[in-house]
């Protein structure tokens, strides 16, 4: 979509570079596109029409009209401007919004810090809960998860095993327990208010506990529902929780500045966490949200795995409503992956050409580990709006590591002994063809080779060789996993079979 | 009709008390006002703003355009009345109906959709229409990862009196499938309801894993599925498109439940999936009892869509 969009400022903006001056009418023009691009992404409308009329104005003050390169200088503005609507607009005193000096969650002394989790039904409340106290565990925190959600089956029973889970599998020396009084559960709208009698036994119980964070997982709601909003508030003048999070489904509409402002008028709300973040959602309703509410987005989820909760950065987020990509998160989850010491020890050894199949073999699953081909091409910039065409094939890093593992220990180290012979084993082993063998081989061969001449290069002409390198040879390395159904690869596909026949 | 009646009274409930008063409602801008291209602007506007999409959106207002230049189309209740019957014509009747097996049963149903669409909440409503019309309904519990979801599914089989078939947490949710189909077949039930975990469409395993769910109850009863539900949240957004597209490409989703349509949100996302998929929707959600779900009708959809 970046390059989409900057493609469409582009042709708006050039159709009059011919003719002389850009006026206030192209620029408005180009802004159109920008709308557009906010509504495919579900901002709400009128956050939409007064973001872009705020934005045009000072596009035009900041002389894009008499610039060189007036689309690249537009988008800039564009995308500043939402960082700093989405971050920190009500804080003019921290410089830069994307680096937030607060922490996401202020804790109080003496303990507990009451956490209290609102939102509609299906936003993701009860897992959030689990990933909270999993990043809190993590900070050396002793929680407690209150069950208060008494309407929805089972969904007590679901906080605990997630309780059970994080106490169990998650790092950090903090400790997670759980509250709940399951005889208190009834049918839907049968149990209101009992949630409040629940929520104040579990202060007690925390206090008694000394624990250092109570989080309360509230029943799913409409902000329209006038018994279970009042439920809310009595269980906010019963606990008075320090912080009050609204969970919002990232997939949201144009709907979520209805059920935002509805809880933030009932509760005064301190945060936001938005939830489902690894769809392919563009998540317009974040601007929403903050532009209604005004209150902070403090985490996004980006998975069902109980560590799938981040920090909040409006940079990023800013990124992928314009369709710009995600750069940053993918060398932080490569960072997650592989230490410094690693990584340094790998350059080295690919400086001297001694880069084994085992490294190589390490390497790929560390890739593995960080998400699907598909998403982590995603957060490369230019590349998400191209990918929905593109069924990438995570298959084809299987075969990979599948043929490393058919190698012994003595072929792994020195692929020179791979004779035909042994090809044909390996081949055989991993179920794959001789071709695909040879191809990898291959491959490997030309890597070993780049890492040595590209030691001593600097970053810029390193990224250069990178991109000279024969996009076949990385498929067949399993770096790159075939592209079915590419747009470029179907119309050469297409022109082979014309010159068929 | 009358049952949708009560949806109706629930949806103009609900907006009545969140309206805010800048949003001028479509009701609101086109009874009684003479057709003009600032009436035509705010049509395209409210349509946005119950998450049509712009383009759908902008499609459907040059549709009405044309009509207007023709001279057809003169003022804003005919306006309304064109969009009614563009979407009753969108919406043919049998469309919006179960289908059930031919002869023998049992008949399948396959319900999926993404984390927190509300697919087991909806099942119980299927269920219990189902069951209301004195049919046999068993119930497959194929959310193996999530947390107590067989628990909540159980929770409602027995709200509901009906068998429930459930295999270990963290199982193959395809070997859970597998022997709901025996036993359907074996106890001569006559519809078989498969509950699914919810699986974000971007993740390509989870999806296969659906795929393969769908090929073993295909194997064990010829025919089935014979309905593929996609369950989807009405205040969804654009994503809403890709959604029914991978799901479909998964699993050939014969249609879709909206569900919590009771909110502020008006659903609009369904006719955007219409446009670009030619997917019915089949039921709508209106509440979290199992008697708050009403067929689908479009040209109520579109009044509701629009209220006040």
Known sequence: MFTNLSDKFEGALRRLSGRGKISEANVREAMDEVRTALLEADAHYEVVEAFTEAVLQKAIGEAVLSSLKPAQQMIGIVHDELVRVLGGEDDPTSADPSEPEVPPIMYVHPGPTVIMMAGLQGSGKTTTCGKLAGYLKKRDKSVILCAADLQRPAAVTQLQVLADQVQADAPGSGSVHFYAEPDKVAEYGKAVGAAVTVCRNALKAAKDADCDVLILDTAGRLHINDDLMGELRQVNSAVNPHQIYLIIDAMTGQDAVNSAKAFNDQLELDGVVLTKFDSDTRGGAALSVKKITGKPIKFIGVGEKLDALEEFHPERIASRILGMGDIVSLVEKAQEQVSEEEALALQEKMAQGKMTMDDFLKQLRMMRRMGSMKSLLGMLPGVGSQLKDIDLDDKQIDQTEAIIQSMTKQERQDIDVLTTSRRRRIAKGAGADQAAVGKLVKGFEMVSKMGKQMSGMGALSKMKAMSGMDPAMMSGMGGMPRMKGSTKQKSKFKQRKRKRR | ?308
């Open chain 2, 1 to 308: 009709m009358s049952l949708f009646k009560s949806a109706i009274n629930k949806l103009k409930q609900g907006l009545a008390k969140t309206r805010s008063g800048s949003a001028a409602t479509v009701r609101t801008i086109l009874t009684g006002k003479k057709l003009s291209p600032q009436l035509l602007k705010d049509l395209e506007r409210a349509m946005i703003q119950a998450d049509i999409g712009i383009k759908t959106a902008v499609e459907i207002r040059k549709d009405i355009q044309a009509g207007f230049e023709r001279g057809e189309i003169e003022s804003g209740d005919q306006a309304l009345a064109f969009l009614k019957d563009q979407l009753r014509a969108y919406y043919p009747e049998t469309d919006r109906s179960l289908h059930f097996a031919r002869g023998e049963g049992p008949t399948v149903i396959l319900v999926a959709g993404i984390n927190g669409a509300g697919k087991t909440t909806s099942i119980a409503k299927i269920t219990k229409s189902l069951r209301d019309d004195g049919k046999s309904v068993l119930l497959a519990a194929c959310d193996t990862f999530r947390a107590a979801a067989v628990e909540q599914l159980e929770v409602w089989s027995e709200r509901l009196g009906v068998q429930v078939i459930k295999g270990q947490q963290g199982g193959d949710p395809a070997a859970v499938a597998f022997d709901a189909a025996q036993a359907a077949v074996a106890r001569g039930v006559d519809v078989l309801v498969l509950d699914t975990a919810g699986r974000l469409h971007t993740q390509d395993h989870l999806m296969r894993q659906l795929t393969k769910i769908r090929s073993v109850v295909a194997k064990q009863i010829p025919g089935a599925p014979h309905e593929v539900i996609l369950v989807i949240d009405a205040t969804t957004g654009q994503n809403g498109i890709n959604q029914a597209k991978v799901f479909t490409e998964a699993t050939d989703v014969t249609g879709i439940f909206l569900s919590k349509l009771d909110g502020t949100a008006r659903g609009g996302i369904v006719i955007a999936i219409r446009e670009a998929l030619n997917l019915p929707v089949k039921f709508i959600g209106v509440g979290e009892t199992p008697d708050d779900v009403e067929p689908f009708d479009p040209a109520k959809f579109v009044d509701a869509m629009f209220a006040e």
